[in-house]
Structure formats: structure tokens, C-alpha cells
């Protein structure tokens, strides 16, 4: 019984593995490769759009193309981040201030279709708002692999500068400016997450649906 269990183990273990192989991460994308198995190419993309027509998310996504010829698909959405306030670092003993804020982000789905594989890959494209209207500034610091150093610190010198013009404190902007790197961590787990969820999630409806 005892050798049993170690051999489902491992043979999840070596699933898990390969599957980690498959996996490519990109600054701001993630795509993930999978066998066909015997599942044609157009069953593939159909199964794909069931899952995007569906109730549950057709509301959040919208089919761009749709190309039986070509093998593939495209998608656009939003996904919708929630992180912490770093307003509360530099007031932590103001009433009334969120403990989070909120965020959109466009992302771009696309499946491509091969005789015998398909990939799904999962890109995140612009950011819809941001607290400070620093869209662009924001968005050029999400990187999956790692947060730019130039990047970041292009975006806080812009918020050093509103934060003055805000009568700010220059210890209280020091304080942003410190945390700035953790804030942008957290925005680019969540939406690493979500691009390993949404694949995830895509390809079981293409695998599972009758």
C-alpha cells in the first residue's frame, strides 16, 4: 500500500514537472504548450469559444478573431486587481482611507492551433485607471520577470513630483517611494496568477467538454 501511495506521488509530482516545462513567461505575458491528443484543431477553438460564450464570462471577454483556417483565436478582457493602499504607509492614522485600491488591466487571450498541439497564451496589454493617472508609468512596471529598475524609478520620480505639488512631506514621499517595489510585486503576482488561472481553466474546458 505504502509503495502505492509514493507512486501516485511521484506521478503527479513528474505531471506537475512536465507541465512546468510547457510553461513560458514572457515581461508580460504567460503561454502554456499541450498536446493535442487526438483532439482535432477546429474542436479546439470551438471548445475555446464555449468557454469564452459562456455565462459566466462573456461578459468579461470579447472575441476579436476567430479563424478556423488559421488555427486560431483572439480575445481581449479586463482583469481587475486589488492591492494595498500605500496611502495608509504615509497616513496610517487617517479615518477613512481604503485599505486597498483598485485597478484594470486589458489582457489579450490568444490560442493557436497546430496538427498535433495548440498553445494559450495569456498577455497583459494596458492599464485601464490607476489612482494617480499614472496609466502608462504603472503598466511599463509590470514585468512577470522581474520589475525594471529604470521602469520604477521613472514612476517614482513622477509621483515624488505629484506627491510635492500635494504638499506631501518629503519624509512621507520618501515612505512612497521605499515601498513602491512591493506594491508593484503584488500587482504582478495577482495578474501572473490570474494568467496561470485563466489558462488553466481554458484548457480544461478543451479537454473535459463533450
Known amino acids: 500500500m505504502k509503495e502505492i501511495k509514493i507512486s501516485v506521488i511521484l506521478f503527479f509530482l513528474c505531471s506537475f514537472l512536465i507541465q512546468a516545462q510547457e510553461s513560458q513567461i514572457e515581461e508580460k505575458s504567460i503561454s502554456k504548450y499541450y498536446k493535442s491528443d487526438h483532439i482535432e484543431s477546429s474542436l479546439v477553438l470551438s471548445r475555446a469559444e464555449q468557454w469564452f460564450s459562456s455565462e ?7 472575441i476579436i478573431s476567430f479563424d478556423m483556417n488559421k488555427g486560431e483565436m483572439i480575445v481581449e478582457g479586463k482583469t ?20 486597498v485600491l483598485e485597478a484594470d488591466f486589458g489582457n489579450r487571450i490568444s ?36 520589475i525594471d529598475q529604470e521602469e520604477l524609478d521613472q ?23 521605499e515601498n513602491s517595489n512591493s506594491q508593484f510585486e503584488e500587482v504582478n503576482n495577482y495578474l501572473l496568477n490570474e494568467g496561470e488561472v485563466t489558462i488553466y481553466s481554458i484548457n480544461e474546458a478543451i479537454v473535459t467538454n463533450n
Request: charged share 35%; hydrophobic share 30%; proline share 1%.
Open 155 to 177: 514612476y517614482n520620480k513622477a509621483m515624488n513630483k505629484l506627491l510635492k505639488v500635494n504638499f506631501v512631506f518629503k519624509k512621507r514621499r520618501e515612505i512612497f517611494v
Open 56 to 62: 459566466e464570462n462573456s461578459e468579461q471577454y470579447e
Open 80 to 99: 481587475t486587481v486589488l492591492y494595498k493602499n500605500m496611502g495608509k504607509d504615509l497616513y496610517p492614522k487617517r479615518s477613512g482611507m481604503a485599505e
Open 111 to 146: 490560442i493557436q492551433t497546430e496538427n498535433d498541439s495548440y498553445s494559450i497564451s495569456y498577455e497583459v496589454i494596458d492599464m485601464k485607471q490607476e489612482m494617480y493617472k499614472k496609466e502608462e508609468l504603472f503598466y511599463n512596471c509590470i514585468n512577470f520577470k522581474g
